[in-house]
């Protein structure tokens, strides 16, 4: 006879890489982003009404790496980003802790490597800069990762974090919440390979410290010239550091 604990036990075993929990536990982050990579690009095209292309190309922009420089480019994915920010002869490589994500991604054209925000497989000072788009907020301790990514860039390099972040018109704040806790996991179970990762995607967005907080958390960990930009209204913001 199969006791409750014992079943509990069973479908927590048999959701395990479903989704994550806002403890971030590394191994449950990457088990569900192995998940999702095989739609991922296309989900994110879908649930963001496009506008992510345009977020890449302001996130490269705010970063303003030159021709033969060399930036990282944390929590890559499937490499999508890491080819806009290798635009213009820059090399750009990509770095993901999930190897599902690498692998959905390996026909890009770019450095991968498999490792953790929290513990970068670089040399100090190695790089010219650094970028995470989407992802220092899935990551177990943010504080830690500013303060790695400020280790292997070079001085006078420059850190480019985007992230969903809070919209500043109240009443967009409301509608935009309402998005993301009922219809977004709507549509990211007619269009993802894991719909319950999108659960968790909406809980991180709304448990993500505000614009202010974060440049509070980037100076913090020792990055100086902090300053952020708002687009699409503040649903995302690109923060900016510079390594002194």
Not at 152 to 180: D, K
Not at 215 to 244: E, K, M, P, Y
Request: net charge positive; proline share 5%.
């Amino acid at each position: 006879m199969v006791t409750r604990e014992e079943e509990t036990r069973s479908t927590l075993r048999s959701r395990r890489g479903l989704r994550a929990d806002l403890d971030k536990r590394p191994a449950e982050v990457a088990a569900m982003f192995d998940r999702v990579a095989g739609r991922y690009d296309v989900t994110n095209t879908v649930l963001s009404g496009g506008l992510d292309a345009g977020w890449r190309r302001a996130t490269r922009q705010a970063l303003g790496a030159r021709a033969g420089q060399t930036v990282l480019d944390v929590a890559a994915g499937t490499a999508v980003s890491t080819v806009e920010l290798a635009a213009g002869g820059v090399r750009a490589i990509a770095c993901d802790f999930s190897q599902g994500m690498l692998w959905a991604g390996m026909q890009r054209p770019v450095p991968k490597v498999a490792g953790d925000a929290m513990a970068l497989p670089l040399a100090d000072e190695s790089v010219d800069g650094v970028v995470i788009s989407f992802g220092l907020r899935n990551v177990a301790d943010p504080d830690a990762a500013l303060r790695e990514f400020r280790r292997v860039t070079r001085p006078g390099g420059t850190l480019v974090v985007c992230e969903f972040s809070s919209p500043v018109w109240r009443p967009f704040r409301t509608v935009y919440t309402e998005y993301l806790m009922k219809a977004l996991p709507r549509i990211a179970d007619r269009v993802s390979s894991n719909p319950d990762a999108y659960g968790y995607l909406a809980e991180s967005i709304r448990a993500w410290p505000d614009q202010a907080a974060l440049a509070t958390r980037l100076q913090g960990a020792g990055w100086s010239d902090v300053a952020w930009r708002n687009l699409t209204g503040g649903v995302v913001a690109l923060h900016r550091g510079t390594r002194a």
